[in-house]
């Protein structure tokens, strides 16, 4: 399994990034994909799911602002995130939650948000 995330850099407040992961090694069309973030206090919260199905839920601090979509042809899973505030500051991550037993994370990409 290899999960690789991209997309993350510097947004004023009020900016959008989109992250993007890219999957393989694993039926991509057929799981859970999740988006996690670690905060500068070493939190890691969870951001936002998206099942196979494609059905979504959402962290409240972010409704309303992130969503999370895929592409299952190109196995990508997406994170459009819009009005980023500094509070948004983190390493975001890609998971994947269960296959094979175990949780599987990708590298994180760092996303920094200045006020």
């Known amino acids: 399994v290899q999960l690789q995330a991209s997309g993350g850099g510097l947004a004023q407040a009020g900016g959008s990034l989109r992250l993007s992961c890219k999957a393989s090694?694993?039926?991509?069309?057929?799981?859970?994909m999740k988006w996690y973030r670690q905060t500068p206090r070493n939190l890691r919260e969870l951001v936002a799911t998206i099942s196979s199905r494609g059905s979504t839920d959402y962290a409240d601090l972010v409704k309303g602002r992130f969503t999370i979509s895929r592409d299952n042809v190109k196995r990508i899973v997406y994170l459009q995130m819009n009005d980023l505030k500094p509070e948004d500051t983190g390493v975001y991550f890609c998971?994947?939650?269960?296959?094979?037993?175990?949780?599987?994370w990708g590298q994180g990409t760092l996303v920094t948000v200045s006020s």
């Open positions: 998971n994947l939650p269960d296959f094979r037993g175990r949780s599987w």
């Open positions: 090694g694993f039926n991509f069309s057929l799981n859970t």
